[in-house]
């Protein structure tokens, strides 16, 4: 995980992690964040 800050006090955090992915798993992400009504579900595929 890595905090950064800007000059103006906003900031973004930076997550990851490393997994060996197979072809009957699903995975996905959970974004909160303020600008969104409720957090967003992104899927991850082999293209994205």
Same mark, same amino acid.
């Given at each position: &995980?890595? #905090?950064?800050?800007?000059? %103006?006090?906003?900031?973004?955090? #930076?997550?990851? &992690? ?6 009957? %798993? ?8 303020? &600008? #969104? %009504? ?6 991850? %595929?082999?293209?994205?």
């Amino acid at each position: &995980t890595r #905090l950064s800050f800007s000059k %103006d006090w906003s900031f973004y955090l #930076l997550v990851h &992690t490393e997994f060996t992915p197979n072809a009957v %798993d699903q995975y996905s992400c959970r974004v909160k964040h303020v &600008t #969104l %009504d409720k957090p967003k579900i992104v899927k991850w %595929d082999r293209d994205h």
